[in-house]
């Protein structure tokens, strides 16, 4: 069910993000308006002939020497590597094939992934011949494109999606156990929560690896007999050797494997810290993904309180991260244990919460006393009409709403409509969405 990931690799400059920013066009999310998110997008939804796809630009490399530069090229591929579906490993025309090229791709050789070879910066034809070198690399046959001049996309694309593994079809039936990926920059306490959510569990069935390379999945059931499965993102880094940790960067790549395929994401954050930069971007991929969350601020412990502690750094935490000020946030010690035991019952409520269905009468009733209230937005002359108002989908609870004119509809109106329904309905810990229809009355 969930798309195709193709992974973006390659050394500094070579052209990726020029690649990426003109594959993934102008879309602006409420998301991309929060100061921090816009700078490094590191996922873009892509359509190509009927098949969707998500791209993601593992750039990210700032080596502060040739040792450095290698080591991280490694860890990039590495991530690339366990995560992607599809890996295109970007080379430069001008620079033609350097060693950096070639350890990299003795590296993606060995995956059994799908590899594409991609040398970029044939901004025109003559170009053709640089690319004969690139052979060398084993790593079949090379493919032109120029970035800057999208050159070339249509044959790397057609390439990309004929690669795509096929659709298994599997769907999550009623009794499968709730998803929960536990993510967070590295350091924030994701291991020692994983431990005590699991307690002895783990010591017993930890360490299966997950059906994917990006995480340590373990079953949980809980006192009251609901199933979980553990996504643990912090358990695969024991394992590696090569990937260097110190590079948030790549704990947020992680991440986003593990987002998709949850149900609920817990999101730690470091109490001493606040809320950073890679916390809102990891913030960012869950509430884009439509998935359920938790705010965890985590080593409560270190924090001094007094009256009000609480509740002032939960409004910090919603506030620097407003598109997603529907969250529960709860404030726990991993360490000593304070709190960890309203986690799952706080991950069943999201969960249902995101599984929620309202009935097309009362939804229409709700809408309508919410048009009462604030009468829709006028542009010129014309007036935005609702005419009426089904939910078409769960996870994340998803309404169409019939229109007269979808150019009508402003943001600060979706977003009226948005409140009214979670003050109405409990919607706790789920994003909502809106898709307009335009209607002929
Ligand atoms: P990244 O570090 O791999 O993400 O590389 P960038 O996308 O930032 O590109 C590095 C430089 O190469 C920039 O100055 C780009 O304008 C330039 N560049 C990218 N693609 C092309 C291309 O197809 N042709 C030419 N001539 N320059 C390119
Ligand atoms: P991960 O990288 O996110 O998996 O973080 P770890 O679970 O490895 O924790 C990083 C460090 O923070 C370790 O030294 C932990 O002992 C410490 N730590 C984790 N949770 C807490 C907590 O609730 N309070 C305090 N004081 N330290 C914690």
């Known amino acids: 069910m969930s798309k195709p990931l193709v992974a973006i690799v390659g050394r500094p400059n070579v052209g990726k993000s020029t690649f990426f920013n003109k594959m993934a066009g102008k879309r602006i999310s409420i998301v991309e308006d929060t100061p921090g998110v816009t700078r490094d997008r590191v996922h873009a939804d892509v359509e190509w002939l009927g098949h969707s796809f998500t791209l993601i630009d593992t750039g990210g490399i700032d080596p502060k020497s040739d040792d450095e530069l290698l080591s991280q090229m490694r860890a990039q591929a590495q991530v690339a590597m366990d995560l992607a579906d599809v890996i295109c490993f970007f080379t430069d025309a001008r ?66 999606i004929r690669l795509f593994p096929e659709d298994t079809g599997e769907a999550a039936d009623e009794s499968s156990p709730i998803q929960v990926a536990i993510v967070g920059r590295p350091n924030v306490g994701k291991s020692s929560l994983t431990n005590r959510l699991l307690g002895q569990e783990r010591t017993m069935v930890s360490d299966i690896p997950g059906t994917t390379r990006d995480a340590i999945d373990t079953p949980y059931t809980a006192e009251d007999g609901t199933s979980y499965n553990i996504i643990d993102t912090a358990g695969m880094r024991r394992k590696r050797s090569v990937e260097d940790e110190s590079l948030e960067h790549f704990s947020v790549l992680r991440s986003v494997a593990a987002i998709r395929r949850c149900d609920v994401a817990l999101l730690l954050i470091n109490a001493e810290d606040g809320v950073t930069e890679q916390d809102t971007k990891i913030a960012g991929l869950i509430h884009e993904e439509g998935k359920g969350v938790v705010i965890i601020v985590n080593k409560w412990d270190l924090i001094e309180k007094e009256t009000g502690t609480f509740e002032k750094y939960q409004k910090e935490v919603l506030s620097a991260l407003k598109f997603m000020d529907y969250a529960p946030v709860l404030c ?31 939804l229409n009733d709700v809408l309508n006393d919410a048009m009462n209230a604030l009468q829709p937005p006028i542009q010129g002359t014309r007036r935005l009409k609702i005419y009426y108002a089904t939910q078409c989908d769960i996870q994340p609870p998803t309404f169409v709403l019939f229109v007269n004119d979808e150019t009508l509809m402003v943001f600060s109106y979706e977003r009226y409509l948005e409140n009214y329904f979670r003050k109405t309905f409990d919607f706790t810990g789920t994003p909502i969405r809106f898709i307009l229809r335009e209607r002929k009355k």
Request: glycine letters at 10%.
């Open 95 to 160: 620079d033609g094939l350097t060693d950096d090229d070639r350890d990299v791709a003795n590296l993606l050789r060995r995956t059994g992934k799908p590899v594409l070879l991609v040398v970029n910066k044939i901004d025109y034809m003559g170009l053709n011949d640089q690319m004969y070198e690139f052979y060398e690399l084993g790593l079949g046959d090379p493919i032109g494109i120029s970035s800057v001049n999208m050159l070339g996309f249509g044959d790397l694309l057609d390439e990309i």
């Open 332 to 362: 726990i010690s991993a360490k000593s244990g304070q709190r960890v035991n309203t986690v799952f019952q706080t991950v069943k409520a999201v969960y249902e919460t995101s599984c929620r269905r309202i009935t097309t009468g009362v």
